[in-house]
C-alpha cells in the first residue's frame, strides 16, 4: 500500500510538470503573437477637442453606434525656428487644456468608453509636425526638453485617471528618424509614471523606420496610405490595393512581437479621396459621399480577419454642433453622412 502511494505520488508530480511544460511551450508557440498579446478591438473616434464644455449627449451619440474607445487630443503649440512649445495656455480651446482633457475623460468613463490620451503637435506656420526639423542640436535639445514637460504633464493626467492608452507623439518623424536616444528616454520616462499602455503615433511613411516599437506595447500608425488614384474607386480596387501595405504591416507586427492598431484612419467625403490628402486641392473637388463610404468598408474588410490588429480610432468626430456646410460635409468626419451607417454596421459586429 505504502508502495502505492509513492508511485502515485511520482505520477501526480510528473503530471504536474508534464501539463507546466504543454502550457509554457503552447504559449509560446502553437498561440502567435498576435493572440497572446490580444486586447479588445478597438472601435474608436479621434474627438475634436471642443472651444468649450460640451453637453454628455454628444456622447451618447458616438456610443450609440458602437464605439467603445475614444482618443482624447490635446494640443500643443511649437515654433519652428525656436524650438518652443506653448501648452495649457489661455487662448487654447478648453478641450485642449488639461481642465477640458479632465472632464472629458471623465465624461467618457461615466458611459463606459476607453480612452487613449493622444498629444498632439500643432506647428506653428507650417502645421504638420511631420515637417519640424531643426539645424543645430540646441535647438533640438531645447525642443526636446519642452516636449517631455508637455508630455509629463498629461502621462501624470493619464496615470491619475486610469487611462487606458497613452500616445507618447503623433507623426513626429524627423525626430524619430534621427533622435531614437530622446525617443528612449522619453519612454523610460513615461513606464516610471504611468501604470497603462504606451504607443506611438506613426505616420504611414514613418512606422516602418521606428526603432522603438520593442519598448512600446503597440504598434500605432496613422493609416493615410495612399490607394489609388482614380475619381471613384471601386471597393474591389481599393481592396487589392491593400493587399501591399498590409503585407509590409504585418512583417513590423511580427518583427516586433506586437499587435496594431490605427491610431488614425478615415477618409474625406470627396472625388479622390484614397490618393493622399496631401496632394489634393480639396476646394475644387466635388462633395462624394459614396468614396468615403466605400473606403471604409474595403479598409474593414481588408483588415479584419487579421488577429495581428486591434482595431483604432476614426479621424474623427465633432463634439459641438456639426455645421451644414459645403466644407464640413468634405471633411473627414463621418457624422450625418452615409459611411456613418457601415461604421455602425462594423462596430457593432466586434464590439
Known sequence: MERRMKVNKWKFIFLLIGLAAIALFSNSYFFP????????????????????????????KIKAIGTNWVAIVPYAFCNAKTGEINFDHARQWWGEKP??????IQMARSMGLKIMLKPHLWVGGQGWAGDLEFESDSLWHLFEE????????????????NV???????EIRKSTQSRNDFWLELISKCRKNYKGKLTYAANWDEYENIQFWDQLDLVGIDAYFPLSTEKKPTKEQLISAWLQPKEEI???????NKPIIFTEYGYESIDY????????????????FENQRIAFEALYESFNSEKWWQGGFIWKWHLHSFKNSDRSFKAYTPQSKPALKSIENEFNRHF
Not at 486586447?39 to 449627449?57: E, H, T, W
Open 146 to 161: 519642452q516636449y517631455s514637460l508637455y508630455i509629463e504633464a498629461y502621462i501624470e493626467i493619464a496615470d491619475s485617471m
Open 33 to 60: 503573437a498576435e493572440e497572446t498579446n490580444k486586447v479588445q478591438r478597438i472601435n474608436g473616434f479621434n474627438l475634436v477637442a471642443p472651444p468649450q464644455a460640451f453637453p454628455i449627449d454628444s456622447l451618447q
Open 250 to 256: 504585418e512583417k513590423v507586427s511580427k518583427k516586433f
Open 99 to 104: 481642465e477640458g482633457v479632465i472632464e472629458t
Open 273 to 288: 479621396n484614397t490618393m493622399g490628402h496631401w496632394m489634393l486641392s480639396k476646394d475644387s473637388l466635388n462633395i462624394n
Open 164 to 170: 487606458e492608452i497613452f500616445c507618447i507623439g503623433t
